[in-house]
């Protein structure tokens, strides 16, 4: 039988609208600003932004005021966003070679070219709450050298490249697949993979790589580079017949150098993780370095150590946090006509159960 | 003139709206325009490389606005800026034809090259403060030379 359902809209409308007084919280104190959220709150911005897949603070910082500092909503809302823009076209890869560092540093040498430039950074700090940021305190402005930073930082792994004992990326022009485009499909090629990776959730990410680290397809990994920066972002333009930059974002790149004994097909070398994400986050850069280099296996020709991190298809159809959450909160929603007829069911199965049991026990 | 162009046209989707803005205003007699292409909100995928070097994966979009303006006096302009600032592209629109025509030497001087300044004079205090991080190490002597 089938039953519609209609109503609720007053309920719903009553809901949303006090959504909306909490939101706001004690009018006593001020309102917060999309301005404020986005000039000191950035490192949720900059979540937003990576796992969102799309480059706009603005657009970010308000997603977060929306959704009360639900990063996942918020990433939902940017999401649905950016399903209603068209796309003008696609940039030529940015060129992190030659990226405006703020931040960059080596976990393999020491004396790298171009030195080991902290930025803005909570390493080092004491993990201590800091109560004069309780108080509205003044903040000095941080330290200005004499000389700016050189414009391009070579990359670290150019070192190990000179001597040959790293595994090269191979460069062959091909077009790479677009998972916004077409659906995912197995077995993904690390393309495919860095995509969904780059944009996946922080929290799984990371947890994967931390499975590496503990043992499930343990590859020993070291930070190469971590840097920080702005990068130029360049693209064709048809109507001028030319390519034009047509602005500047903000990436995290870390680049990890892997221990590798060799394989059926590979010599003895380094092997190589890649990890890239919009706007500033390193804990999410080096979790997307160890899990791609895990992914690899095959192409290394590693074997399979059934671990979940080697796993493609656990790794990228788990890894997206809004069809995650949208498969998994979906299960609040009404589903009084599904479970109407497991009711059902339930009770003819004891029915049955019943009247066989009278059976047996009247035969005996 | 390409490279020119090239190069004006980086400094007008780089720099932010309101800097434009107030550039803009200082340019006398603004000229009339009709428009090719409204502003038009969109979004670009902005792709990187395996390992830096390799081949190309898409990382996520950036949003964009363009236009295409045509000036009275026939020059046609077009304005792709970062971000979703309509008037932004509409002005880098008008200033990319007006850079193409007779008045170019005024509209460099008042607009691109203070924009173009001001942008240096901030990567600048950034790279200063990136520099005040840059660690030095000394070793300290652990005396088996003695």
């Known amino acids: 039988m089938y039953v519609a359902v209609k109503g609720g809209e007053k309920a719903i409308d009553n809901a949303h609208a006090w959504l909306a007084e909490d939101r706001r919280g004690d009018p006593s104190i001020d309102v917060l600003s999309v301005a404020q959220i986005r000039e000191q709150l950035s490192f949720a911005v900059n979540r937003v932004m990576a796992e969102g897949s799309l480059y706009d603070p603005q657009l970010a910082a308000l997603a977060i005021k929306q959704a009360r500092g639900d990063l996942i909503e918020a990433i939902f809302l940017l999401r649905a966003y950016r399903t209603t823009l068209p796309r003008f076209g696609t940039s030529h890869p940015i060129e992190t070679e030659k990226m405006s560092c703020i931040r960059r540093i080596s976990a393999t040498f020491k004396d790298a070219p171009g030195g080991q430039v902290l930025g803005p950074t909570f390493d080092y700090t004491h993990r201590l709450l800091d109560f004069k940021l309780a108080a509205d305190g003044d903040i000095e402005e941080a330290e200005l050298a004499s000389k700016p930073l050189d414009e391009a930082v070579p990359h670290i792994t150019n070192f190990l490249n000179a001597e040959g004992l790293i595994q090269q990326e191979p460069n062959t022009d091909t077009e790479p697949g677009d998972l916004t485009r077409e659906p995912l499909e197995l077995p993904a090629n690390r393309a495919l993979r860095l995509q969904s990776l780059a944009r996946g959730d922080e929290g799984f990410v990371l947890g994967m790589a931390y499975s590496t680290q503990r043992g499930y397809a343990r590859n020993h990994a070291f930070v190469g580079e971590l840097r920080i920066g702005d990068v130029t972002v360049e693209m064709d333009i048809p109507e001028l017949g030319f390519s034009i930059e047509i602005g500047e974002v903000e990436v995290t790149e870390c680049e990890t150098v892997n221990q590798f004994q060799g394989s059926k097909t590979e010599p003895p070398q380094f092997t190589r993780g890649y990890g890239l994400v919009l706007g500033q986050s390193e804990r999410k850069s080096i979790s997307m370095a160890l899990v791609d280099r895990a992914l690899r296996w095959k192409e290394l020709g590693e074997d399979n150590l059934g671990a979940p991190a080697q796993d493609e298809e656990f790794v990228l159809y788990h890894c997206d946090n809004i069809q995650a959450t949208g498969f998994l909160e979906h299960i609040k929603l009404p589903h009084y006509v599904d479970f109407q007829s497991e009711l059902e069911l339930i009770r003819k199965l004891r029915r049955e159960a019943q009247s066989h049991l009278q059976t047996q026990e009247a035969a005996e | ?146």
């Open chain 2, 1 to 146: 003139m390409n490279n020119d162009r090239k190069s004006w046209k980086s400094v007008l989707a780089k720099s932010r709206a309101n800097d434009v803005d107030k550039f803009w205003t200082t340019i006398e007699d603004q000229p009339n325009f009709k428009f090719l292409r409204v502003p038009e909100i969109g979004a670009v995928m902005v792709r990187g490389r395996m390992g830096a070097t390799g081949d190309a994966f898409n990382l996520g979009e950036m949003t964009i606005t363009r236009c295409s303006v045509e000036l009275a006096t026939g020059e046609i302009g077009h304005g792709y800026v970062q971000g979703r600032d309509r008037k932004h592209s509409e002005r880098a629109a008008i200033l990319d034809a007006l850079l193409q025509g007779s008045r170019s030497t005024e509209v460099d001087s008042k607009v691109i090259t203070p924009l173009r300044e001001l942008r240096l004079g901030r990567k600048d205090v950034k790279a200063k403060k990136a520099a005040a991080t840059k660690v030095d190490f000394f070793t300290l002597a652990r005396g088996e030379d003695e």
